[in-house]
């Protein structure tokens, strides 16, 4: 490439970028291995997708080699794959589809980064992998003993070797090659053969191809002389261990996340990934400067701010006066109040046109219940989407979903519109006696799904459409699709609104052990007379790790809302199992240093 179209390029993309240097210096940088940790807004998953565009556009990818992007999802990924090949056609003047970027980029998740790896060289350990990977039925480890059959197959030794190591991975403990061996091989004799794979496993797998066939680990080695991760702040310990054995002296790195996002601790996101990888790799690290999500609300800036500032210093940060962020609140006597309140302001923000608005809530619970039941009475339209993972369900749901879809597309891959709304008929047929609402919204979000498959990505070829909606299906994902459902309310948990975001949200049962359960260590917990908790002058050591994963699911609450949050508590509540209690009180997150509530009842204001 000539230097007069080089600079040419990099003109586009700083304009593109509206100047931003900070995302600039990544997007153009020379430095081999970057970290960049920026809050949610600050344009990582933007800045992504221009370095890899650029590099692409420059020609600085030479044959054969591959650019490896991973995100946390395949839809993501697709995302990021039809962006970049969106910019192509301006910075180059060609047309550019996702296709032909396939070529030299290969966005994807770790599962389907391993899929691709296990359709090469799976046979190299189980003769079983000479099929297609993608025809088995991917279940997660904890949901072997609801499969009956699997359950039967196995022996209780078995199962428990396989439950050990899923422990293993959700406590951050990468498992030794020779557990991987013993795991591996009780999936290859037992489950395989019955046309089951666990999620685990198809990692695992690959993890042992790479330690028995080290030429195999050289070659995708020297194949990804570049690696992207978003979302970086997620990666498990065996994803990690991936990582590790793709990257040769020579990869270069750019890793994008921010450690105040890791959500999923609980399911094995390592801790300290983010600072541990700048020593070890000696990466280079770059954080962005401008948050673009909250740009035109200065409180909703502060908030993002000084919610950091808090989790930065064990909540003990100096903020001005004049910094403190306003966070409007509604507080009710009882849940019915509360709920009345909520509902009513998401009547009055629905008086903006196409507006789009989600009311959050830690868990499912009849607190939940009751702001339903308050929409309902008002007549709002609202889509019900308070699904978790572990709910039996939602992941049945899943099951079918993707047993009848292999069954449908497996062999032939003959996705098309047609074929698709046949598709999802078939599942509704199959679900015609359900009354159950879960199973309503989530027949709802597979219309959805299939909708945006058909028409927005229809020029995808079939076997990318195949692997998206079979990953959806594997990894519990259709949450995911609520982004294209067609309705102004969406009532959600935090985990199933990660990555999306919409024009108001409402943060529910933002009380002491609603939103938190640290009360139970904390020495504030009976304190009397307030309806506000407050954290402790000195926090219990033991309470500061859980204080900080409980304050990552609120600040990602918080962050999900372009132009304004509110939150919401009342004194009474209700357990898990439908207890009530109350003089419950205000939960002290929303209360931390940096933090003012006011009253966000329409034309009121003040505390
Ligand atoms: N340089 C820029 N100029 C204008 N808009 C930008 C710029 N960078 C990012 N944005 C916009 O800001 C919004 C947030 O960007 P993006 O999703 O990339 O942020 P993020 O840091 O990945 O957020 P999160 O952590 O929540 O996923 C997007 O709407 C994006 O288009």
């Given at each position: 490439?000539?230097?007069?179209?080089?600079?040419?390029?990099?003109?586009?993309?700083?304009?593109?970028?509206?100047?931003?240097?900070?995302?600039?210096?990544?997007?153009?940088?020379?430095?081999?291995?970057?970290?960049?940790?920026?809050?949610?807004?600050?344009?990582?998953?933007?800045?992504?997708?221009?370095?890899?565009?650029?590099?692409?556009?420059?020609?600085?990818?030479?044959?054969?080699?591959?650019?490896?992007?991973?995100?946390?999802?395949?839809?993501?990924?697709?995302?990021?794959?039809?962006?970049?090949?969106?910019?192509?056609?301006?910075?180059?003047?060609?047309?550019?589809?996702?296709?032909?970027?396939?070529?030299?980029?290969?966005?994807?998740?770790?599962?389907?980064?391993?899929?691709?790896?296990?359709?090469?060289?799976?046979?190299?350990?189980?003769?079983?992998?000479?099929?297609?990977?993608?025809?088995?039925?991917?279940?997660?480890?904890?949901?072997?003993?609801?499969?009956?059959?699997?359950?039967?197959?196995?022996?209780?030794?078995?199962?428990?070797?396989?439950?050990?190591?899923?422990?293993?991975?959700?406590?951050?403990?990468?498992?030794?090659?020779?557990?991987?061996?013993?795991?591996?091989?009780?999936?290859?004799?037992?489950?395989?053969?019955?046309?089951?794979?666990?999620?685990?496993?198809?990692?695992?797998?690959?993890?042992?191809?790479?330690?028995?066939?080290?030429?195999?680990?050289?070659?995708?080695?020297?194949?990804?002389?570049?690696?992207?991760?978003?979302?970086?702040?997620?990666?498990?310990?065996?994803?990690?261990?991936?990582?590790?054995?793709?990257?040769?002296?020579?990869?270069?790195?750019?890793?994008?996340?921010?450690?105040?996002?890791?959500?999923?601790?609980?399911?094995?996101?390592?801790?300290?990934?983010?600072?541990?990888?700048?020593?070890?790799?000696?990466?280079?690290?770059?954080?962005?400067?401008?948050?673009?999500?909250?740009?035109?609300?200065?409180?909703?800036?502060?908030?993002?701010?000084?919610?950091?500032?808090?989790?930065?210093?064990?909540?003990?940060?100096?903020?001005?006066?004049?910094?403190?962020?306003?966070l409007p609140a509604f507080w009710g006597t009882t849940q019915q109040d509360e709920a009345e309140q909520v509902v009513a302001k998401v009547q009055d923000?629905?008086?903006?046109?196409?507006?789009?608005?989600?009311i959050l809530f830690r868990n499912r619970s009849k607190n939940a219940e009751i702001v339903e039941a308050e929409l309902a009475r008002n007549g709002i339209?609202y889509?019900y989407?308070m699904?978790?993972?572990?709910?039996?369900?939602?992941?049945?749901?899943?099951?079918?979903?993707?047993?009848?879809?292999?069954?449908?597309?497996?062999?032939?891959?003959?996705?098309?519109?047609?074929?698709?709304?046949?598709?999802?008929?078939?599942?509704?047929?199959?679900?015609?006696?359900?009354?159950?609402?879960?199973?309503?919204?989530?027949?709802?979000?597979?219309?959805?799904?299939?909708?945006?498959?058909?028409?927005?990505?229809?020029?995808?070829?079939?076997?990318?459409?195949?692997?998206?909606?079979?990953?959806?299906?594997?990894?519990?994902?259709?949450?995911?699709?609520?982004?294209?459902?067609?309705?102004?309310v969406?009532l959600?948990t935090?985990?199933?609104?990660?990555?999306?975001?919409?024009?108001?949200?409402i943060v529910c049962d933002v009380e002491q052990w609603a939103f938190t359960f640290?009360c139970?260590?904390?020495?504030?917990k009976s304190t009397q007379g307030s309806a506000r908790c407050?954290?402790?002058?000195?926090?219990?050591?033991?309470?500061?790790?859980?204080?900080?994963?409980?304050?990552?699911?609120?600040?990602?609450?918080?962050?999900?809302?372009?132009?304004?949050?509110f939150i919401s508590a009342s004194g009474e509540r209700y357990n898990a199992r439908g207890r009530q209690f109350t003089g419950g009180k205000i939960c002290c997150f929303a209360l931390?240093?940096?933090?003012?509530l006011i009253n966000a009842a329409p034309?009121k204001?003040g505390d």
């Open positions: 490439m000539s230097d007069a179209n080089l600079v040419e390029i990099k003109e586009k993309i700083t304009a593109q970028h509206g100047g931003d240097e900070r995302q600039l210096d990544v997007i153009f940088s020379d430095s081999p291995r970057l970290i960049v940790e920026a809050p949610a807004g600050y344009g990582k998953t933007t800045t992504m997708i221009s370095r890899i565009a650029y590099l692409f556009a420059s020609g600085q990818i030479p044959n054969p080699k591959r650019i490896l992007g991973l995100t946390f999802s395949v839809n993501a990924a697709l995302k990021v794959k039809r962006e970049v090949a969106g910019k192509l056609p301006s910075l180059l003047g060609l047309q550019n589809s996702p296709v032909s970027i396939g070529e030299k980029v290969t966005i994807t998740n770790y599962h389907g980064f391993c899929k691709g790896i296990l359709k090469k060289y799976g046979y190299l350990i189980a003769d079983a992998l000479r099929k297609d990977v993608n025809l088995f039925r991917a279940v997660g480890d904890s949901d072997i003993e609801n499969q009956t059959n699997l359950k039967t197959t196995l022996t209780p030794a078995e199962l428990q070797s396989l439950k050990a190591v899923e422990t293993d991975v959700k406590e951050a403990r990468v498992p030794d090659a020779q557990t991987i061996h013993a795991y591996n091989d009780i999936v290859i004799k037992k489950l395989l053969p019955l046309d089951y794979i666990t999620h685990n496993a198809i990692i695992l797998f690959v993890l042992e191809i790479f330690t028995n066939y080290t030429e195999v680990k050289k070659f995708y080695q020297s194949y990804y002389p570049l690696i992207v991760v978003d979302e970086f702040q997620d990666t498990n310990c065996i994803a990690w261990k991936l990582l590790e054995s793709v990257i040769s002296e020579q990869t270069q790195l750019l890793f994008l996340g921010d450690s105040l996002q890791r959500i999923y601790g609980f399911i094995g996101a390592l801790p300290d990934i983010m600072s541990k990888v700048v020593d070890e790799y000696g990466m280079t690290k770059v954080e962005l400067s401008k948050n673009y999500r909250f740009q035109n609300n200065p409180d909703m800036l502060k908030l993002d701010k000084n919610i950091r500032a808090n989790a930065a210093s064990c909540f003990t940060p100096t903020i001005a006066a004049d910094d403190v962020a306003k923000l629905l008086a903006e046109e196409n507006v789009k608005i989600a339209q889509f989407g699904f978790t993972d572990e709910d039996s369900d939602y992941v049945e749901f899943h099951n079918k979903c993707q047993e009848m879809f292999i069954r449908r597309f497996g062999k032939s891959k003959a996705i098309n519109k047609k074929a698709l709304a046949a598709f999802s008929d078939s599942v509704r047929t199959a679900y015609a006696a359900s009354t159950g609402k879960t199973v309503d919204s989530l027949l709802k979000l597979l219309d959805a799904l299939v909708e945006k498959v058909s028409i927005d990505y229809a020029d995808l070829v079939p076997e990318d459409k195949y692997t998206l909606l079979l990953d959806i299906f594997e990894n519990r994902q259709l949450k995911q699709a609520m982004e294209y459902v067609d309705s102004r969406i959600s935090v985990h199933g609104a990660k990555g999306l975001e919409w024009d108001y949200v640290i139970r260590d904390c020495p504030s407050r954290l402790p002058q000195n926090i219990p050591t033991q309470m500061v790790e859980p204080l900080l994963d409980d304050l990552c699911v609120f600040y990602v609450a918080l962050t999900r809302a372009k132009k304004q949050v931390v240093n940096g933090v003012r034309n204001s």
